[in-house]
């Protein structure tokens, strides 16, 4: 039986915290946005083995169908976590048409991303709506923590 150096869903999780908090010191780098939607994502294969008892769960996508009314930003996570390991994408679930950098015109370290153009991953969606790589993860992230919190009862602090 393989296994990873990860325990449970609970370090998984702060492992996402981490790679979080560290993306966000150079939040334009492109390969650590992917790493960061493929760990968000995973959490949920995690979660359906560890807490069936819990969520009531034997399938893997009727569990993703639950949480997808409550968080649907994983929608976003999945397409760019699968789309980033397989080069194709044959059922999507965000419809997402581009994803690229935004060059902005204000240096993002003088100024907020909320105030004034400044460069940041961009993810476009095919009926032309732009959303803000940085406000998607910080939707899951802050997701996965209520959830973990809430509907486990497990205090990832």
């Given amino acids: 039986m393989a296994k990873s150096f990860i325990e449970d869903s609970t370090k998984k999780l702060k492992e996402l915290i ?38 009531g769960y034997q399938n893997i996508g009727d569990l993703r169908i639950s949480l997808y009314p409550r968080c649907n930003s994983l929608k976003i996570m999945h397409d760019i976590a699968n789309s ?49 790589f940085n406000e998607e993860i910080k939707i899951v992230i802050e997701f996965w923590k209520s959830y973990f919190s809430n509907d486990l009862a497990i205090d990832v602090n």
């Fill in 84 to 132: 980033s390991k397989h080069n194709n994408l044959d059922r999507p679930k965000a419809f997402i048409k581009t994803t690229n950098i935004h060059e902005g015109d204000f240096c993002k370290e003088d100024f907020s991303s909320d105030d004034f153009d400044v460069s940041r991953l961009e993810i476009e969606l095919e009926d032309g709506t732009i959303l803000d």
């Fill in 18 to 55: 981490f790679e979080y908090e560290d993306f966000l010191k150079d939040d334009l780098v492109e390969y650590k946005a992917n790493n960061l939607c493929t760990n968000a994502w995973h959490i949920i294969d995690w979660i359906l083995v560890e807490f069936v008892n819990i969520h």
